[in-house]
């Protein structure tokens, strides 16, 4: 194998990596270069040394011709190990098939493929460790990118190396090149390297002529060595303007295409406008140029000048700057004959024929577009939506009829939507006149572009004036009408509005024709109106049986009982649909439900629950990018972590996402900062910083201010007053949520209203006050429970009736155990302690000796799931789940999978307010911890 010359370095870290895979401690590098750089060059000079060593290697390279065809590489990539996929699961076995085109089923999505390739890249790997390069990133088509950037982020535990490599500045929205995996810089030779290259190729160069060409490839290597063959042109006038590299080298390339013979200069230019590389496709299209039988041996010249290469009936170029030369000397005529004659040439694959005859097409034509546009829904059924995006495209320049052309890249905007990148969304709707559409169209195609924009925040202004639209137009088009509603429904949720506009938004939901029941009517009423509209909504969500709902319509059930105040009722919708779009693998609509899910086990003290759902989401967002939701769910995280005591990782996470969120202008949701920030100082034993932060999301003056949050604050808001004496400040605005409570029945604001009731009641009525609290259906909130079982002991205690008290405060202590707060059980401890109670040592929780995918996994294993299962469910390989088992078990005590039940018993509790520690009495009350 030749040597390569200057990369000892980058050789050396990739043999590391090498033998890292080799031992089942795989992983991921990045090479980013200029081009002719040396990239490919190293990408083959470590495949080499790999099988050399006994690996086997997979390559997939990016085309221009293919880059909008989805999967194109991952059919390359896979072909030798597919004899493999008999081990998958079923649903994840069909999935691949059906990307890759080997079986026929509807709505394949994207990350259940990602998962398969996963498993079948480990499962390759434990029969011999596995190398596989990417090259040419930027050119890769974005579905392959997706799968390969998931795959790359979880190979530490599998017998895979995967090598990417792109072309510097030219990989912005490339999902491999997002994926933050540890990067390899490719950077142009040293003097002394490059003086080497030069003189391994060429010898007897006069010493002005080689210093011209050191200087005009400064120490690229494909310019030192091409154009070592032309080096008495270079550099004609070294004082004067000097072209850039890549034209200097699309100059020399250029010219060599140009000096071929026909056929062979027909057979590169149709090779390189090719979207695959079959030599027999090639020769029939040459043939049609022609017009005479061309021959492999036509190819010889191209091979012979260094341009290509030609082997086991495919043929490419030796480099990319090479294609891209041959492409861009193409004038216009000629490339529309060649996309005709391939597309005659071309006999078994319908969607590439229709494809090159779109390409050969000047002139409108509404047959080409209509075909292209069924060509675009049969791809995003089975995981396609890029390739579904770019043929909706090429409609519309099709289209005779402006009207049908906006349409149709109405639609590429609703496809891109799901798949991204963000500009893309933004480059075609800035091609469309909006006036062309219909009004619920274009503003749904504003919604769409409004949702990519991290840096700004369209806000829940927006859904007055689409509410405006729905009234007007919403009979005249009631499926875009429910589209719009339900694109954003939730900001409505989140604004503060006056009942005026609310009940102006809740006549738009109204107008629609859904039925009473529909969960996209249920969920507009409740964000639209959440107090005025929640005695209906909350007696309908209690009359759908769930059993009869899929996973979409159990998430907007979900949604809208956390707006009503229902969070019992929600976290069963949202855990059906949770379920139920984990097991039909709708990632994107997952993470819009395990989201919602986080928070209500957040508010309902589920930490377990909600930490689960928090690390399934942030693995989900990483795959879909969605980078506002990320926000949300790692702020419900952040909430958890502040319970438990993690108070400085929890303030992190609040600053990161309030410079987000503010950078955006997204003011309301900075209240779950501050629900942050409140929660984190209260476990810090600080409550005026505590009041301070929570007072925000409840002062309607104040930044993070959000009307219907304010119920999210209040528990902690009152305590915190209560702590550092400042409950007056506080009077009027429990008595504003007091009285809302009464009119809207919200069970959440009614319960969190008593619960801190007694807090504000005059000494001779505290008793009063806090008898009813208990009688306010507390026991299914543990939050509020726990909170007013502290005040109720200390007050107690104050009371001078210290035995009564501390059965209430006994009960608090182990509630706040059992959740997982440590500040709180300490201060119902201290509580005891003054009431004369002495209180042993905390023991740790089982749960302290393990990670939380440790923890998840272990839970998993425990329910009797196989490695195979538990590593679909958490987005890892099985090979992970069975390296983390054998962490977990000496760390447990435990031998088999059998015992992880009990292992994980006491630790995996969760506090429901049914399920009775101990019942003990005080002053007519009974406490159930």
């Not at 759902?613 to 693995?619: I, N, Q, S, Y």
Request: charged fraction near 20%; hydrophobic fraction near 50%.
């Amino acid at each position: 194998m030749a040597h390569l010359i200057g990369r000892e370095s980058e050789i050396a870290v990739l043999t590391e990596a090498l033998g890292r895979a080799a031992e089942g401690r795989g992983g991921a590098f990045l090479l980013l270069g200029e081009a002719g750089v040396g990239k490919s060059a190293l990408l083959a000079e470590v495949a080499g040394r790999a099988r050399d060593t006994g690996m086997r290697v997979l390559v997939c390279v990016g085309v221009p011709a293919s880059a909008g065809w989805a999967f194109a590489g991952l059919r390359q990539l896979l072909d030798p190990v597919l004899d493999g996929v008999d081990a998958l699961l079923p649903a994840t076995r069909e999935a691949l098939l059906t990307a890759l085109g080997e079986a026929d089923a509807d709505g394949v999505p994207i990350q259940r493929v990602a998962l398969a390739v996963l498993q079948l890249l480990s499962d390759a790997g434990q029969q011999m460790p596995v190398v596989v390069t990417v090259d040419d990133i930027h050119w890769l088509d974005r579905a392959t990118s997706r799968v390969l950037a998931f795959v790359a982020r979880r190979l530490a535990d599998d017998a895979v190396l995967l090598l990417a490599a792109g072309r510097l500045g030219e990989t912005d929205d490339n999902p491999l090149a997002e994926a933050d995996l540890p990067d390899l810089p490719v950077n142009p030779l040293d003097r002394r390297a490059a003086e080497a290259l030069v003189d391994s190729r060429v010898t007897g160069l006069p010493p002005a002529v080689r210093e011209r060409l050191l200087a005009a490839a400064v120490g690229n290597p494909l310019a030192l060595t091409e154009l070592a063959t032309v080096a008495d042109r270079v550099g004609d006038d070294p004082a004067g303007p000097a072209l850039p590299l890549t034209d200097r080298l699309d100059r020399v390339f250029g010219a060599k295409a140009r000096r071929l013979p026909e056929p062979a200069a027909s057979m590169a230019a149709i090779v390189a406008l090719n979207d695959a590389d079959a030599v027999s496709e090639a020769l029939a299209a040459a043939g049609a140029i022609t017009g005479r039988p061309v021959a492999l041996d036509d190819l010889s010249a191209a091979e012979h000048a260094g341009l290509m290469w030609v082997t086991a009936g495919h043929a490419g170029f030796r480099h990319p700057l090479m294609r891209a030369a041959v492409d861009r000397a193409i004038p216009a005529e000629r490339r529309r004959a060649i996309h005709a004659a391939l597309a005659q040439s071309i006999t078994t694959d319908d969607d590439r024929r229709l494809w090159h005859t779109a390409l050969a097409t000047a002139e409108p034509d509404e047959a080409i577009a209509v075909a292209l546009e069924h060509m675009a829904r049969r791809r995003a059924q089975h995981g396609g939506d890029s390739t579904a995006a770019v043929a909706l495209e090429h409609a519309a320049r099709l289209s005779p009829d402006p009207v049908s052309a906006a349409r149709r890249l109405a639609a590429a905007v609703s496809v891109y939507s799901f798949t991204g990148p963000g500009t893309s969304i933004r480059r075609v709707a800035d091609r469309i006149d909006l006036d062309l559409l219909g009004p619920l169209e274009g503003a749904l195609v504003s919604a769409l572009v409004a949702t990519t924009a991290v840096d700004r925040w369209a806000g829940p202004q927006n859904r007055v004036l689409q509410a405006e639209l729905m009234l007007r137009h919403g009979r005249d088009d009631p499926a875009r009408a429910m589209e719009l509603l339900s694109s954003n429904a939730l900001l409505s949720w989140w604004g503060n509005f006056d009942d005026g506009a609310r009940e102006f938004m809740v006549r738009a939901v109204d107008s629609l024709l859904m039925a009473d029941d529909a969960p996209l009517r249920l969920l507009g009423e409740a964000v639209s109106h959440p107090f005025a509209r929640g005695d209906r909504v909350r007696g309908l969500l209690s009359a759908r049986s769930p059993a009869e709902l899929g996973g979409l319509d159990q998430m907007k059930l979900g949604d809208a009982a956390i707006c009503v105040g229902a969070l019992p009722a929600a976290l069963t919708h949202l855990s059906k649909a949770v379920t139920g779009l984990r097991h039909t693998g709708q990632f994107a609509e997952l993470l819009s439900a395990l989201t919602p899910q986080a928070w209500a086990a957040v508010l309902m003290a589920r930490h377990d629950m909600a930490t689960n759902a928090a690390d399934e989401a942030l693995r989900i967002a990483g795959e879909v990018a969605f980078p506002r939701t990320a926000i949300t769910v790692m702020l419900a995280a952040a909430m958890v972590a502040a319970r438990r005591g993690e108070t400085r990782a929890a303030g992190e996470v609040a600053a990161r996402a309030e410079a987000g969120l503010a950078h955006a202008g997204a003011f309301p949701l900075l209240s779950m900062v501050q629900l942050v920030r409140g929660t984190a100082a209260l476990a810090d034993g600080d409550p005026e910083r505590a009041f301070a932060a929570l007072l925000e999301v409840c002062d309607p003056g104040a930044r993070a201010y959000q009307q219907n949050a304010r119920v999210w604050a209040l528990t902690d808001l009152m305590d915190a007053a209560s702590l550092c004496g400042r409950l007056d400040e506080v009077r009027s605005l429990h008595a504003s949520l007091t009285d809302l409570a009464r009119r809207s029945g919200s069970p959440q604001l009614l319960v969190a209203t008593a619960a801190s009731a007694p807090l504000l009641a005059e000494p001779g009525r505290a008793g009063a006050a806090f008898d009813a609290a208990f009688a306010a259906g507390i026991e299914q909130w543990p939050w509020q429970r726990g909170s007013l079982l502290l005040s109720y002991g200390r007050w107690l205690r104050v009371q001078r009736r210290k035995t009564e008290s501390r059965e209430a405060l006994r009960s608090a202590y182990a509630l706040y155990e059992v959740i997982g707060a440590p500040a709180w059980a300490e201060r119902a401890a201290a509580e005891l302690r003054a009431s004369g109670e002495s209180m042993g040592s905390r023991s740790p929780r089982a749960a302290s000796a393990l990670s939380r995918q440790e923890l998840q996994i272990a839970s998993l294993a425990a329910q009797g799931m196989t490695n195979r299962e538990i590593g679909e469910r958490l987005f890892v390989s099985h090979r992970t789940v069975r390296n983390n088992l054998y962490r977990i078990f000496p760390r447990l005590g435990v031998s088999s999978r059998g015992e992880l039940a009990e292992a994980l018993g006491q630790q995996g509790r969760q506090w429901t307010g049914s399920n009775d520690v101990r019942e003990e009495h005080a002053g007519g009350h009974t406490f159930s911890a």
